[in-house]
């Protein structure tokens, strides 16, 4: 039927602009209307089959928005009954027009920008209200993904915490958001979940890493967890997955090392330190270490300390053979490159509102990188849209 009226349209010299819109929205208009009256007569009928009482009631107004913008409808009823089949009561929106609103929120514009955007397709801005209303239908499926079952497919974890910021009525509120990354042993990187939690202390890491247990986690089949060298997170490790290789991040043990070491300096000592972390196996890495303490402990001797308390863990990433399996597992990078693409999203929000809306847009974010990945998830917000 649309490609008929397109065709029509078009047969008469109609052009591509807003005047169509008019029309357009005239003809939905009075095939909803007639639909709606059709369905009441329906009711009537079987009522007066069944020999039950009722009667008209005459109409309510309700507005739909939809891609040819605002109609407004003269919603028929009974004493009893409205057609809700053919439009729900209090809808306001096609669910084209919410998956659009949802896109945008999702790609990072601000819920007055979703409305200024929507304004050529619909002839009208979307509120801000009306975009943050839409999110909130996000809620059952954050939750449903924070409570699904999970299975020990990974070869590894990776565990970082990022902080952001939320605003609260003294200010910007800055805490941590932990998550746990699993590569799988295809090489695909899978986010398997995330908390807003207060801290990154052991107790808010052993929370978040107990409920990942009982869902399934359990550890069997993990060659080793990375992990930044937080000092939360290392007591936690031991009580929730005991037994399991730790292997330090390498991007963070650096930086540390460095830090140690004046600026002059610098570039001779990365240049030693990644001596260490290409080294072909572990007497190689071990022999490169030496090197390095005995070339600049004199100098920096705190710096040489930081490298030596942490260096078998360092090394653990040797239990794979090739550079390439080394090299997927010696950083949490992957975990800092999520996080930069959360941040390049909401950059335009500023900071979250609360923390339901820093739940949303993460849950998004993080399911639309894994659905890049390959991987799937039952709680995909925009499938294959």
Not at 135 to 151: E, G, I, S
Not at 255 to 263: E, F, G, H, S
Not at 356 to 378: C, P, W, Y
Request: charged share 30%.
């Amino acid at each position: 039927m649309a490609f008929e009226v397109v065709k029509a349209m078009q047969a008469d010299g109609l052009d591509w602009d807003e005047g169509y819109r008019p029309i357009g929205r005239q003809a939905l208009e009075k095939i909803i209307e007639a639909q709606m009256a059709a369905a009441v007569e329906r009711y009537l009928q079987r009522l007066e089959a069944d020999d039950v009482a009722d009667r008209r009631n005459g109409y309510y107004r309700r507005h739909l928005l939809t891609e040819l913008g605002d109609i407004e409808l003269a919603v028929p009823r009974t004493r009893r009954y409205s057609p809700v089949e053919v439009i729900r009561a209090y809808a306001r929106r096609t669910r084209e027009i919410d998956r659009v609103i949802l896109a945008g929120f999702v790609l990072g514009l601000s819920t007055r920008k979703v409305g200024e955007a929507l304004l050529a397709l619909l002839g009208r801005e979307v509120s801000a209200t009306t975009v943050s209303q839409v999110a909130k239908t996000l809620d059952a499926a954050v939750a449903a993904f924070h409570r699904r079952p999970l299975a020990n497919r990974y070869q590894a974890l990776m565990l970082d915490g990022v902080v952001l910021a939320r605003k609260t009525g003294a200010g910007a509120l800055r805490r941590p958001v932990l998550v746990a990354l699993g590569l799988r042993p295809d090489g695909k990187k899978e986010i398997i979940d995330f908390r807003l939690a207060g801290s990154e202390s052991a107790l808010e890491w052993e929370r978040f890493l107990s409920d990942l247990y009982r869902r399934g986690l359990t550890g069997e089949g993990l060659d080793m967890i990375c992990v930044d060298g937080g000092k939360g997170l290392l007591k936690a490790l031991p009580i929730v997955l005991p037994q399991i290789p730790v292997q330090r991040c390498w991007a963070h043990k650096i930086r540390n090392v460095l830090d140690k070491v004046r600026k002059a300096d610098q570039p001779k000592v990365k240049r030693a330190l990644h001596k260490i972390m290409h080294a072909a196996n572990v007497p190689l890495a071990r022999s490169a270490a030496r090197h390095l303490a005995d070339r600049f402990e004199a100098h920096y001797p705190a710096a040489v300390a930081c490298l030596r308390d942490d260096l078998d863990e360092l090394l653990t990433c040797w239990r794979y053979k090739t550079d390439d399996q080394r090299r997927a597992v010696r950083t949490t990078n992957a975990i800092e490159r999520r996080f930069r693409e959360v941040r390049r999203r909401t950059r335009p929000m500023g900071t979250f509102q609360d923390r339901t809306s820093m739940d949303r847009i993460l849950f998004a974010v993080f399911t639309h990188e894994n659905k890049s990945q390959g991987v799937s998830t039952l709680f995909l917000l925009t499938h294959n849209n």
